[in-house]
């Protein structure tokens, strides 16, 4: 069996917060404890939508040592294939869904002398447990949160009034901006970034540490992909010897596994690296979507990530 | 199953001594007549009953002596525990982790009575009842890490993740196969096996770097390691090679048997929650050769294994000079018959020894 290991939850709290994010609080089934986890952690829900099953990862956002219940935030994807719509419109106070157990792939650096923090929209959720993690150790860290506008500004409130002094808000429709490089310039020795936010942000801090000088272990950064839809296409499974189609709104990897074919997988967000997959044989071209692969390892043609990445042509053999 | 502990020294005059029962439980690391390194690694949940893999923490009849070893080392040498400042978290996890475990899989032995963040500890073979505050070092006479692992076989590497990479940040090692936490602290994975011969260049220590990075909450791991050692020495640090090493002279066609000792380390992986961290446990089973040869299925392989172990392999486990003398000793125990598959002595299946 792939992936992390399974809990049972039901829904206890369904609460939106505003026009696209909701949040959800989920309990174990058995009234037993959750286990405890760090800060930036993400749990994989499972979502049985019609013939597909879902799994998608979202941050835990609740005080990452409360065994009671762990809570998550959704945003709403007009776009996207279904995942944060199923939650917002198909998922109620009482249902029950299983969750994986918590993954961290965005920890803090208990190294660090001061956490800067840089968020963007629905990113601020894995600062939410990590802030709680550190409040609980007397840690120094300092928050800038951009948001769309006050309206959209999830967490806003419950954060400026709770840390008046670390936190700092900035709306795009006030034409309120970061100043990243005087942000970067001040401060002090064996501060460490952590940015989580749309990919234009990342790559922004990114670029500009980098550019300032920061050693690139001292920046850390997580962003989530959605699987992408795309046109259907047809994948062979060499050792599993199966042809499956993979439709318009099912990733490869959902694929692989409505064909009863066992992929290893922890994120499924194109971040964790477990989902590697070797390419025996292809005629078209590859979409790759994910942040693990080298670009001259997307170049290859060797090596896919079926949890977002997706193919067009007419042949492809994977080693599955 | 009630748990007689020895009284019983791994100095001086090694009066460490296996029983019957010890001998069958042995972890014998090798599952077929060959070894070469391999990225051995399978889920730890669990074994066969009194199995060392049955419970999370495996304690065994040594367990009360192997501790006052350990405090002698600590007291000679204090450096074989170490925790970087930023590991403080990571102890409790280990702390948490040791005692849940402990308390779940021997409750004769031990109890974890929480209260909130106030706990009550009970360790019935060590006599130990104290009461402490979760997550506040100030209510414990050592930090969270060196307390519990005065309290639990094995040693512990406690490794921070970060980088792509496992990092010797923390540690209890006195019962190591001469390695030094002293030298290692700090270190990458990397690093900290550059000395392993062969293994680099057959790309091991990427694969296995890999897999320990993935190890998840709540799916632990574990794999076996061996070398030998003379004398059932615990403490074959490279601190004290000075004092151990020339033993491995003192070697004779007549003390053998009861002299060297195979050394298996059962080796375990656990995700720490709070911290992200990773614990690694090393558990050192020592069991003398002449106790091996009671199981034919053991003396038969054992002499395949040690006769074709390549030369670098020998040496780096330090054994060269003394394989001749072994393989007179083991090749009265190989009858030449096949042997089964696995580790497990199968002692009603295998057949005795024909010569």
Partial sequence: MSGAEKIHVRVTEKTPLNALVTRFRFEPVDGGLLPTFSGGAHTVVEMKDGDITRLNPYSLMSDPYDQDAYTISVRRDDEGRGGSLFLHNQVDVGDELTISYPVNLFSLDLRAKKHLMIAGG???????????????????????????SEALGSY????????????NVYYDDQ?????????????????HIYVCGPKGMIDWVRGKAADLGWPR?????????????????????AISNKVVQVGEQESLLEAIERAGVDAPYLCRGGACGMCETRVIDYAGN?????????????????????????????TLVLDR | MTIQFNDETFRDDYSFHNSERAIKRFPFPFDKDSYMYAVNMEQHRGGPADSVYEKRFDVDEHYVSEMRDRAQVLADDPLRCQSLPHMTLAGWDVLELIMTCKAEDYPDLFELHRDGDRWRWINKPLGIDDTFTFLDETTLPYGPMEYITRQTQGDFAVLDQRDDNLWMDAGMVTTQADWSLDFDIGMNFFEWHAPVPLAHE????????KFLLNIQQGAPARRLNWTMTVNPLLDTSPENY??????????TPQNIGAKQHLRVELQTFFRLPRSNGLVFPIRCYLCAFQDLMTVPKWGRRLHRVIRDLPEELATYKGFIDNRPMMLDYLSQFDDGLPTSNGIWPDLETEPPLQK
């Fill in chain 1, 122 to 148: 629905i990113g601020i959720t894995p600062f939410l447990s990590q802030i709680k993690q550190l409040d609980r150790a007397h840690g120094n860290w300092e928050l800038h949160y951009a948001c769309r």
């Fill in chain 1, 156 to 167: 806003v409130d419950y954060l400026t009034t709770t840390h008046p002094n670390d936190v």
């Fill in chain 1, 175 to 191: 034409d309120q901006v970061i100043d990243l490089e005087n942000l970067l310039d001040g401060q002090p020795l064996g501060t």
């Fill in chain 1, 217 to 237: 272990e001292a920046v850390h950064y997580e962003e989530f992909l959605a699987p992408q839809p795309g046109k259907p296409f047809e994948v062979k499974l």
């Fill in chain 1, 286 to 314: 590859f979409i790759h979507r994910d942040h693990w692969l080298e670009d001259d390892e997307h170049a290859s043609g060797e090596k896919i990530m079926p949890c977002v990445s997706r193919f067009e042509g007419k």
């Fill in chain 2, 202 to 209: 057959k790309g091991i220590f990427v694969r296995a770097l």
């Fill in chain 2, 242 to 251: 000075h004092k151990w090493g020339i033993q491995k002279t003192t070697l």
